[in-house]
């Protein structure tokens, strides 16, 4: 046992003299102390993107951190993103590898965590121009409005009956599932069936934001083991496995004509796998991974998006009465605000871009991996590095932002500033070729929901709950750690 306890130390000593050698003379990035073997991961925190916000106060905007053996650069500044999404964009287009989302996502075969090469090129060009278009999230219209007017009746229901106090979290929650379920597979699931579904999309969002140990310290995965993280895991993508193979195959039985324009996902990559009208064959195993994109990319952040943003409203019930006004304006007496009245909605939009800044769903978006040595800011970074831009930080950066801490949205009325990645000083769905593809469809699904809350109901905290809990969960998204309470009162 001393032997290798001996072995192991007197490894991990040559590897720091290795590490020590190979970058000797090279400029890199400024690094906080760190401990042997765990590197900077103590460092972490529970809330990752404020510790890091503040180790990069005290080391700079571009900093180094090893968490185990992995080299780590923290990005939390709008220029050093711009040079990392845009300048060098091609060089930070790689993923690191995940054993969870191996395990999940079918090898990394999906397109947000694929390696970049000819398959995530082939993958992504499939999902944008097939999927995700401008034109194709606009056929979806009629879908987003029924299933809005629902919920909203559902709401109205909860009224008349005397129970007016609303667990907005779970409203919203179910909407935004509705909504994907019947874009991406045509349907919704109730009942057992939609109890079960839930159950395993929750699970299956948690895992994707799970801490694995052995992707930093491999010779520590089996604590992974031990902890039963691989095992929930396996089971959690070989039931989602059975699941989307039941959805295909029905789809399969009833494929017969389908319009692909008005088709649901599942039902256009089904076309395009027949007929091969990419150039690139795919299989089934592609199309759930596609699929499951969706899932996780669609509905959790979507949500969470939106929980926020009514949170912020409750805290700020003046703008709430000005979103309200301009919802009277563009409407007059009509109950339902359409996807057509968004677009004089403009007020609306501010709200919306403002909850993005304070609390963009995923504050750190998904890490990239330099392909070759770069000099970076006048520093070297390593081929392999993983790179993490901080979007919540540099939301709240004072050097673009006045009072970057308070929920103003008025700041964005006379502003060109967008969420679509050309802003870097606002990024909640990245930039670049790894940006969020989906940004138009959520954005749809948010305004359209939040418009029409705000329009049918009046909004009120619970009696005697004078202020808002705003703790917050992190998982592959940034959750309220409470779920939103709220009175709704029918206008």
Known sequence: MLLIVFSILFLLLLQTLWHLTSTKGKNSPPSPPKFPIIGNLHQLGSHPHRTLRSLAQKHGPLMLLHLGRVPLVVISSADAARAVMKTHDRLFSDRPHSKMFDILLYGSNDVASAPYGEYWRQMRSISVLHLLSAKRVRSFRAVREEEVEATMDNIRHSCSSGSTLLNLSETLSRVTNNVVCRVALGRTYGGERGRGFKRLLEEFTELLGSFVVGDYVPWLEFLDRVSGLHGTAKRVAQEFDEFLHEVIEEHVS???????????????????????????????????????????????????????????????????????????????????????????????????????????????????????????????????????????????????????????????????????????????????????????????????????????????????????DMSETIGLTMQRKIPLMAVAVPN
């Open 254 to 468: 009833g494929l017969g004509g389908t319009d692909m324009e008005h088709g649901n996902f599942v039902e256009v990559l089904l076309r395009i796998q027949r007929t091969n009208d990419v150039g690139f064959p795919i299989d089934r195993t592609v199309i759930k991974a596609i699929i499951l994109d969706m899932f996780a990319a669609g509905t959790d952040t979507t949500s969470t998006l939106l929980e926020w943003t009514m949170t912020e409203l409750l805290r700020h019930p003046i703008v709430m009465k000005k979103l309200q006004d301009e919802g009277k304006s563009v409407a007059g007496d009509k109950k339902h605000i359409t996807e057509e009245d968004l677009g004089h909605m403009q007020y609306l939009k501010a709200v919306v871009k403002e909850t993005l800044r304070l609390h963009p769903p995923v504050p750190l978006l998904l890490p990239r991996q330099s392909m070759e040595d770069i000099k970076l800011n006048d520093y070297h970074i390593e081929a392999g590095t993983r790179v993490i831009v901080n979007a919540w930080a540099i939301a709240r950066d004072p050097m673009y932002w006045d009072q970057p801490e308070e929920f103003k949205p008025e700041r964005f009325l006379n502003s060109s500033i967008d969420v679509k990645g050309n802003d870097f000083q606002l990024i909640p769905f990245g930039a670049g070729r790894r940006g969020c593809p989906g940004t138009m469809f959520a954005m749809m699904v948010n305004e359209l929901v939040l418009a029409n809350l705000v329009h049918q109901f009046d909004w009120a905290l619970p009696s005697g709950d004078n202020t808002l």
